[in-house]
């Protein structure tokens, strides 16, 4: 049996909001230079692969062969693994499609699964018809890559029963996400994703995140600092960190910093986007718990360096909980306060005893 690693297609040249499902557009040039990232990740994660299948739009076919090139493999077209068939709503903007059939736009997004476009697939014919090629591919004797879409990965999501069939449009399928799917006893699951490594996390697609989630300027600062001071923690360090996850890690740790709750809201738009490894490093930045008989994490270097910095300036520790101190309002969030004072305090000393020469 055989893992069949799913891939969906890179970044396209389609205007945004229009309904696109077996449309032919070309990937962009940024989804090109990416999908050679992820082709070299994959070569190093998945050396094994035997074969390519790739969905015959030029979209899958482009992100394939950008792939392909690492294998030294040449792909195949399977029509199997193709995106749903839209119908009449093919290649229109979903404001037209609101105009001329209102009740049709209500309809679809209360039942996707079910419902029927004009001259279309339903979201379920499409995950069967996806399903049944994967079973194939999953017999093989060697890994197979395919490259696929967002409407027949989330599909098959949701058959296998790892998604709301009710709430497909909000199931995360990020370009060049990895899932990974196998056969046990005879039936197909969900192994692993989907993710995106963090690779893909350049500084384009990181300035995008911002615009998307409308961080403000301040915060974007804060975090930049945040993650410069980091690194330079770690270059006195001799324990083995990962400096790039940090690094990516902090610039994005308050994405969503205006929103409630900001740090497990920011780690979900995370998970969302695929990079699930520094999603988990940002929800624990306003953790108050530690464990003095474990090594100091990732995620602990992150906590100790935002605490580190106010706004855009490195301050001390004891500087920069005076200030927060006057925030507190009540004798809980004081004690909170306290908490998180204690732990910075204890993470210094561990990094001191590392071999850091730090003062204060």
């Known amino acids: 049996m ?3 690693i799913v891939v969906r297609h890179g970044e396209t040249t389609a205007e945004p909001g229009i309904c696109i499902g077996r449309t032919d557009v070309p990937l962009s040039q940024r989804g090109r230079k990416r999908g050679g990232i992820l082709g070299e990740y994959l070569k190093e994660h998945y050396p094994d692969i035997g074969r390519i299948i790739t969905s015959p739009l030029e979209r899958a076919v482009d992100t394939a062969q950008e792939i392909a090139k690492f294998y030294e493999i040449m792909p195949e077209t399977d029509e199997n693994v193709t995106e749903i068939d839209l119908g009449k709503w093919e290649g229109k903007h979903f404001d037209k499609i609101r105009e001329e ?4 736009f209500v309809k679809r997004g209360e039942d996707p699964w079910e419902y029927r476009i004009s001259q279309a697939e339903t979201f379920h014919e499409a995950a069967l018809r996806f399903q049944k090629r994967i079973n194939v591919y999953a017999k093989d004797q060697k890994n197979v890559l395919v ?15 790892y998604a709301d069939k009710k709430d497909l449009f909000h199931v995360s399928c990020p370009n060049l996400s ?11 699951q969900v192994a692993d994703g989907p993710y995106r490594p963090l690779a893909l996390l350049d500084d384009v697609l990181i300035a995008d995140l911002y615009q998307k989630h409308q961080t403000p300027f301040n915060v974007i600062v804060h975090m930049r600092a945040v993650a410069e001071y980091a690194m330079k923690i770690l270059d006195d360090l001799h324990a083995d960190y990962d400096r790039e996850k940090i690094y990516k890690a902090a610039l994005l740790h308050d994405l969503d910093r205006t929103k409630k709750h900001h740090a497990k809201v920011s780690a ?3 998970r969302r986007e695929g990079f699930r490894d520094i999603a988990d490093m940002v929800e624990e930045h306003h953790r108050e718990e530690y464990d003095p008989d474990q090594p100091l994490s990732d995620a602990d270097l992150l906590w100790y360096a935002d605490k580190c910095v106010f706004e855009d300036r490195v301050v001390s520790i004891e500087e920069r909980f005076a200030l927060s101190k006057e925030k507190c309002r009540d004798d809980e969030a004081l004690l909170h306060h306290q908490r998180r004072y204690e732990k ?17």
């Open 2 to 4: 055989a893992d069949v």
């Open 101 to 104: 059939d209102p009740s049709a």
């Open 147 to 161: 490259v696929a879409h967002k409407g027949v990965i989330t599909g098959l999501f949701a058959e296998l029963g």
């Open 178 to 188: 990895i899932s990974v799917f196998r056969m046990h006893d005879e039936q197909l």
């Open 268 to 270: 979900e738009s995370l």
């Open 344 to 360: 910075a305090c204890y993470i210094r000393d561990r990094i001191k005893q590392e071999g850091i020469n730090e003062t204060d």
